[in-house]
């Protein structure tokens, strides 16, 4: 009797067992799991790394996800920005190749096209949401293919939805980012290979694109908000690029400098300085004033985190716009007006001087801005092979070559042409003028390596 008692227990726990229903949390991370995760691709693209001083190509490996029924999809510029050849994994296995379209280094956005003449498969679409509605302690999902072909979901809450980095922040091809944006950050894990894969809410929307993690601590993932990426994304299937109006202002947090101004609380940007040659220069903006109002709507930056909407409301004029800037200065209010300009390229284009050890890069006019340098004349030293004759040499990274046996470098062509005719004739020495931190340097490349290399200041 005792027996068929427990044998009758242990039918009704297992009975009950099976039909205890799914935790509503747990279904809602089952329904926005399979809402996203066909759409997410693993990304094996071969970059270009001029960073060591010779041209290598590698392969590595990143996340993204469709977006647009046409096979477009979004991923990291740290990611594709720099690629050669591009191949994706859909979610069937299959692999498709895919084209570069456009990227956006200060926001780290790049958009794909993925090749479908010959594939036969279906392509599934994300739905996108409004990172404007995110919620700290709200659950997310992110997804990604870390470390290989499979598909990854790791689930955390949203920590902070305006945490911001300084612009001194580099992505590893070297441009600066998080100029516009704050970013979202998570404890959902986001690994190497997560990187332009989704940040998914329960409801099965993409809110963020993962970008960054970070080893200081544990369960901090970083992901660009989705509206930022909108915004990105639109700009780049419209005309191949995001344009930006620049003035030429470098602002920082006002915080307890209210009173030192005679600026009222949360009210003003700040002006740190003044780049040489910009529409704010040019119109005697200085450093120290404090820009009150853009076109008559107030704008005010008393903590690091409100300084990416003032960068973002001036580059989101057209470039060529006049604006009008409501400034405070020595305690009295003027109105400046200055017409803006087109934020050019951050980064120049690469070279490899595989024959004198050195990669080399254009100067733009922000990496003049960057450098403090006076011109973009010459170009500037991206990297050094070690033991080559640049290294030799004393030629460090970061210098601007700005002559080659004496003769002035005008630009990146001029030197390229220099460079193709002095090792097509095999000219066994080269002197180089560098601008190292502003002083003048003498360096004798012995491209033959018969002679160590000489170093004058």
Not at 71 to 91: D, M, Q, S
């Amino acid at each position: 009797m005792v027996r068929m008692t427990m044998l009758l227990w242990l039918l009704v726990v297992v009975s009950a067992s099976a039909q205890t229903p799914i935790s509503s949390l747990q279904q809602e991370i089952y329904d926005a799991r399979d809402r996203v995760l066909p759409a997410l691709v693993h990304i094996q693209p071969v970059i270009k790394d001029y960073r060591t001083g010779e041209l290598k190509k590698q392969a590595v490996v990143g996340s993204g996800v469709i977006f647009h029924p046409d096979g477009y999809l979004v991923t990291n510029f740290h990611v594709a920005g720099k690629a050669e050849r591009i191949i994706c994994t859909l979610y069937d296995k299959e692999q498709v190749p895919a084209l570069y379209i456009g990227g956006d280094p200060p926001t780290d956005i790049a958009v794909l096209k993925l090749q479908l003449d010959d594939y036969t498969g279906h392509i599934a679409i994300a739905a996108l949401g409004n990172s404007d509605s995110v919620q700290v302690g709200q659950h997310v999902l992110a997804m990604g293919s870390p470390f290989s072909l499979s598909r990854t979901v790791s689930a955390g809450v949203v920590s902070t939805k305006d945490r911001f980095f300084s612009s001194e922040y580099r992505l590893p091809s070297g441009e600066r980012t998080g100029h516009y944006n704050l970013w979202i950050q998570t404890d959902a894990a986001i690994n190497p290979g997560n990187s332009g894969g989704p940040l998914v809410d329960l409801s099965g929307r993409v809110i963020g694109i993962n970008s960054r993690a970070t080893f200081l601590a544990n369960n901090l993932g970083f992901a660009i908000p989705i509206n930022i990426v909108k915004e990105v994304t639109a700009s780049i299937l419209e005309g191949g690029k995001v344009s930006r109006s620049w003035i030429g202002v470098q602002c920082q947090a006002l915080q307890e400098l209210e009173d030192y101004f005679g600026a009222q609380r949360n009210s003003g940007v700040l002006i740190a300085s003044v780049d040489p040659g910009s529409p704010a220069e040019r119109n005697y903006l200085k450093a120290g004033d404090i820009i009150l109002a853009v076109d008559g709507d107030a704008v005010s930056a008393r903590f690091v985190e409100e300084l990416p909407r003032f960068y973002k409301k001036i580059a989101s004029y057209a470039p060529g716009s006049e604006i009008t800037l409501r400034v405070l200065r020595d305690e009295n209010e003027y109105e400046f007006k200055l017409t803006t300009e087109e934020l050019g390229d951050l980064q120049g284009e690469d070279f490899e001087c595989a024959d004198w050890g050195l990669t080399v890069k254009a100067i733009t006019q922000q990496m003049q801005i960057e450098n403090q340098l006076e011109d973009t004349l010459g170009v500037y030293v991206m990297g050094v092979k070690q033991v080559g004759a640049a290294d030799i040499g004393g030629i460090h990274p970061g210098d601007i070559i700005i002559s080659v046996n004496k003769m002035p470098v005008q630009g990146f062509a001029d030197f390229i042409r220099t460079y193709n005719d002095l090792s097509a004739a095999a000219t066994p020495r080269v002197l180089l003028a560098v601008n190292r931190n502003g002083a003048i340097r003498l360096a004798v490349l012995n491209v033959d390596s018969s002679q160590e290399g000489i170093v004058h200041e």
